[in-house]
């Protein structure tokens, strides 16, 4: 299994895994059943640095590889699957897309609060109307010079913006609705896809970067999930929400640019994730199966339930090595697109397939909340959804084979 | 007041699977005896300033348990490996690790572990303190430095007695400050919360991976020749290594539930588990 990772690779694992024994799952039952966001334990987090996994050390990060980052994501995941979201949507779709598309001023005041925790980042791209449908989104950001003529019926609010306008600072006027928002309830720094030109289709996105507190930015209720509870995912809307040009990401026009990227390396952190909860499936299906005695034997005696153990162990191997393989290429500097969505196909699928399994050994349990195979059952199923459905990845794949 | 510590520390085998080589990179880490001593010495240093040397004898696959302490915080680290060092015992284990000290002086305090994971002997501590005719106090939980008269103040804990020990930081005839050796207890810190509290972090990984290389010495650094060490020159041999094998046994206790309360109450203080 280890046979891709360097000395460094398997003492981040250990140390990951130490701190996911004793400080993750103690609470992962709780804060699941609670919704609740364990800030005692993201901030420990934040010390360890898993919350700046790959951003430089010159920005207040760790500065490691992709693979250390697959390794962490996997293990945070394995304990507690709403707090490995959590770290993967930092990571990868909130710091990224600032790092890769940012400019230099850009990155030296979002990174830093990001890396270091002191602020969570959130992504928002999901509307009513536009899911797999990404150029479908109808949020906007108008531009105008900061003139007479626009009236700010904000500027009075007592959190009105942060930023001082100049006479002839340009900037935008931001309605947005999102949905689904990972980290919504408790990020601070958002990027958010929207139209600057809504006349020129999928040419006409673009990524502002918003701070909470800003006039006209309303973080919404939290959604009441099936799984991922302990995750705050939320609605997110800005209303006339006036927000400095400076914030613009790239330029204009390059949102869907932008987000593919961001999604690309996304992909890696969600299929981590779902190997996390699939292994964490493996793990429990296997002791219990040692422990639960039928027919005066304990049941992993029983050639059926060593049958799925084999399928589970197997496969969970297999998405564990898509996942390396799409890591290293990422390292590597080489295209990994492709590997990375067949990369989270197979891993959410598999998630899904081994706690389906997992339940199914511990039987009538399995049902119960009294076990943690029942929340694994549940955190499994979206993964088959968020960052790409299983459908679009396949169109994705499909698209990069046929070509 | 700025101190030199060294740790001597192990690497020790977590996991042995039937199929597998002994010693690999899969499956060894810090002896966890040994993570209190670096505690110590890490807390010493942020109080004291000064430096931690972290000192090892082990294979090549030991590198996994040093790079840990760097990543926990060490300044340097020097792995003692040698092929001619195999199967040595606790008592050429510490000739070497007195050999290695010997060439890192000077040095105020020398820390061990109180004992290994895997081999559980505790002998190497107090055999280094003895090739290096220095002091030696096991199982110590508080270690404070009285600045003033030059001496070191420890505390241990034995059956029920809390144990307090002065130890001189400078030997008196030769005017010159002299080393001490310490074992450290897992109570170090406070025993709740041990191991719970520091945890290594990316940073300290980073650190271990780009800042710090471990040192490798061998025998011939340490003006040993290779009958001086190793299996043929230790005087205690493993001659047997067998797995244990452990049985289970239930026992049912009859009766009302008061009886049968009563019954397990006794039981329980009897073996020693309550009371």
Partial sequence: MDIFLTEKHKIVRHSVRDFAQKEIVPIAKEIDEEQRFPWEVVDKMAALGYLGIQAPKELGGAGMDTVSYTI??????????????????????????????????????????LATGKKIGAFCLTEPNAGSDASAIEATAIKYENTQSFNNSHQNDSNSDKQDFDKHDEYYIVNANKVFVTN???????????????????????????????????????????????????????????????NLLAKEGQGLKIGLAALDTGRIGIAAQAVGIAQGSLEEGIKYAKERIQFNVPISKHQSIQNMIADMGTQVESARLMVYRAALLKDMGKPFSKEAAMAKLMASETASRVADMAVQIHGGYGYSKSYPVERYYRDAR?????????????????????S | ??????????????????????????????????????????????????????LSMGPKSATFGIHQTIAMGADRAVLICDPALKESDTYITAKVLGKALKKLEPFDIVLFGTRSSDSDTGHVGPQTAQMLDIPFVGNIHSLKADQIKNRWIVERKTDGYLEVFEVDAKNSKEQKNSSTA?????????????????????????????????????????????????????????????????????????????????????????????G
């Fill in chain 1, 382 to 402: 979206i993964t088959r959804i968020y960052e790409g459905t299983s459908e679009v990845h396949r169109m994705v794949i499909a698209r990069s084979l046929l």
């Fill in chain 1, 72 to 113: 962490i994501i996997e293990e945070i995941s394995k304990a507690s699957a709403s707090l490995g979201l959590c770290a993967s949507v930092h990571n990868s779709v909130a710091i990224y897309p600032i790092l890769a598309f940012g400019n230099k001023s850009q990155k030296e005041r979002f990174v830093p609060d």
């Fill in chain 1, 184 to 246: 919504g309830g408790v990020a601070e720094t958002f990027l958010i896809f929207v139209r600057t030109n809504p006349s020129a289709g999928p040419k006409g996105i673009s990524v502002i970067i918003a701070e909470k507190g800003s006039a006209g930015f309303i973080v919404g209720e939290r959604e009441n999930l099936s799984g991922m509870r302990a995750n705050p995912v939320s609605s997110i809307r800005l209303s006339d929400c006036k927000i400095h040009a400076s």
């Fill in chain 2, 182 to 274: 310490f074992s450290v207890s897992s109570s170090f810190g406070d025993s709740n919360t041990f191991g719970r509290t520091n945890f290594i972090s990316l940073y300290g990984v980073e650190r271990a991976f780009s800042d710090k290389n471990i040192e490798f010495w061998d025998n011939q650094t340490l003006g040993l020749k290779p009958e001086e060490t190793g299996l043929i020159a230790s005087p205690t041999k493993i001659v047997a290594w067998n797995k244990e094998k452990r049985s289970k046994g239930c026992q049912f206790i009859d009766g009302t539930y008061d009886q049968k309360a009563e019954q397990l109450a006794q039981k329980l203080l009897e073996a020693g588990f309550v």
């Fill in chain 2, 1 to 54: 007041m700025e101190l030199n510590i060294i740790a001597c520390v192990k690497s020790v085998i977590n996991n042995m699977l039937p199929s597998s080589n002994r010693n690999t990179l899969e499956n060894m880490e810090l002896n966890p005896f040994d993570k209190p001593a670096i505690e110590m010495a890490l807390s010493l240093i942020k109080k004291h300033k000064g430096t931690l040397t972290v």
